[in-house]
Nanobody
Framework: EVQLVESGGGLVQAGGSLRLSCAAS????????IGWFRQAPGKDREVVAY????????YYLESVKGRFTISRDDDNDTVYLQMNSLRPEDTAVYYC????????????WGQGTQVTVSS
C-alpha cells in the first residue's frame, strides 16, 4: 500500500516558521518527483514547490520564493518543506504529492496538513 504521510502543520503567527514533512512508503521513492500543493478555502489547489526525482530541478511558486525551501532525503524516503517568514495568505491545507518521473500527473496524494498563519 502506498502512503504519503504529512506532518508538521499547525498554527503560527505571521513571520514565524514551520517545517512540513512528507514520509513515503510503498513506492520506489528515488524514482518519483515529489511536490507540495496547497489549497485555501474557495481557491484552486496550486503547486507550491517540487523537487525532481534526481534533485536536478527545484520549482517554487513565485510568492514563496526566498521564504520556502524544499529538500529530499532519499535515505529516509522523506521530503521536507521549510517555511519561513510565513504570511496569513499562506494559510491553507498543504498536500504532499508524488509523480513518476514528472510531478504531473500526480500518482499519489497525501491526506493533507493544515497550516494556519495568524496576523
Amino acid at each position: 500500500e502506498v502512503q504519503l504521510v504529512e506532518s508538521g502543520g499547525g498554527l503560527v503567527q505571521a513571520g514565524g516558521s514551520l517545517r512540513l514533512s512528507c514520509a513515503a512508503s510503498g513506492i520506489s521513492f528515488d524514482d518519483y518527483t515529489i511536490g507540495w500543493f496547497r489549497q485555501a478555502p474557495g481557491k484552486d489547489r496550486e503547486v507550491v514547490a517540487y523537487i525532481t526525482w534526481n534533485g536536478d530541478r527545484i520549482y517554487y511558486l513565485e510568492s514563496v520564493k526566498g521564504r520556502f525551501t524544499i529538500s529530499r532525503d532519499d535515505d529516509n524516503d522523506t521530503v521536507y518543506l521549510q517555511m519561513n517568514s510565513l504570511r496569513p495568505e499562506d494559510t491553507a491545507v498543504y498536500y504532499c504529492a508524488a509523480g513518476r518521473p514528472n510531478l504531473l500527473p500526480v500518482d499519489y496524494w497525501g491526506q493533507g496538513t493544515q497550516v494556519t498563519v495568524s496576523s
